[in-house]
């Protein structure tokens, strides 16, 4: 792992941040575009490789709720959108990130946080139905019953009990293969990483800025003065 102790683990935490953003507003974007069912399972395991990710290579555990944030926030301006429990959903992950992972139990750490986000995504709708909404329990069961089976293209007007049982079994299922596939892959990156980095051949990162991208003041006035007319036709027109 030569190569990539050259580089600043703050840049490293960087990157994958960027990620984690682009994860959630682009990928996540088309999934909805594309009406493709769990969409929650795939958002939800992306942003658990990158939370570990961004646990294993940072120095401090802090950087994940930084990371968390930035992610929330960009979220929330290139999505405007999207409803508020899917931001609260980041945001859930990145806490249970913070308090669950752990340097000495990293792959129990990255298989329980998994676990638990993903029975939490997979029940997510009870829960703001009722303690958000304000809806009773069973209420909130019967939406959540409805929303699952219109998943699977199923109407529940003639639909047997059982068969009901059955149905979110296998949605509870889903969540709970995910969990294992997810947990998997996560723990198994930092090693791939370790063992393929001279293979990748990943440059070195200067964590000091180049003299080439220092501007001069001239430029400087000019970029200042060209984002303040850029401000001024946006407001205006």
């Not at 329980?112 to 139905?129: D, G, H, R, W, Y």
């Not at 509870?172 to 723990?187: E, N, P, S």
Request: cysteine-free; charged content about 10%.
């Amino acid at each position: 792992m030569d190569q990539m102790e050259l580089e600043n683990p703050k840049i490293i935490t960087r990157k994958l941040t960027t990620l984690w953003a682009f994860s959630e507003v682009a990928f996540g974007g088309l999934l909805h575009a594309l009406k493709i069912p769990l969409t929650g399972l795939f958002i939800g395991g992306a942003a658990i490789i990158f939370i570990s990710m961004i646990f294993y290579f940072s120095e401090s555990k802090r950087e994940i709720i930084k990371a968390t944030f930035i992610v929330v926030i960009i979220k929330a301006m290139i999505s405007p959108h999207v409803p508020i429990f899917a931001h609260l959903a980041v945001l859930i992950q990145g806490l249970l990130g913070y308090f669950i992972l752990s340097k000495k139990h990293f792959n129990l750490g990255i298989y329980l946080l998994a676990f638990i986000s993903m029975i939490f995504s997979a029940f997510q709708m009870v829960f703001t139905l009722t303690l958000v909404l304000g809806n009773t329990f069973w209420d909130s069961i019967n939406l959540f019953g409805k929303y699952v089976l219109s998943l699977f293209q199923i109407s529940s007007v003639f639909l047997d009990h059982y068969l009901f049982i059955i149905i979110i079994g296998i949605y509870f299922y889903l969540h709970i293969l995910g969990a294992v596939v997810t947990g998997y892959i996560a723990v198994r990156i930092p090693d791939w990483i370790t063992n393929n980095v001279n293979i990748l051949d990943l440059p070195p990162i200067a964590t000091q800025p180049s003299d080439a991208l220092i501007l001069n003041p001239s430029k400087k006035k000019s970029i200042v003065k060209s984002f303040k007319i850029f401000l001024f036709v946006f407001f205006v027109f």
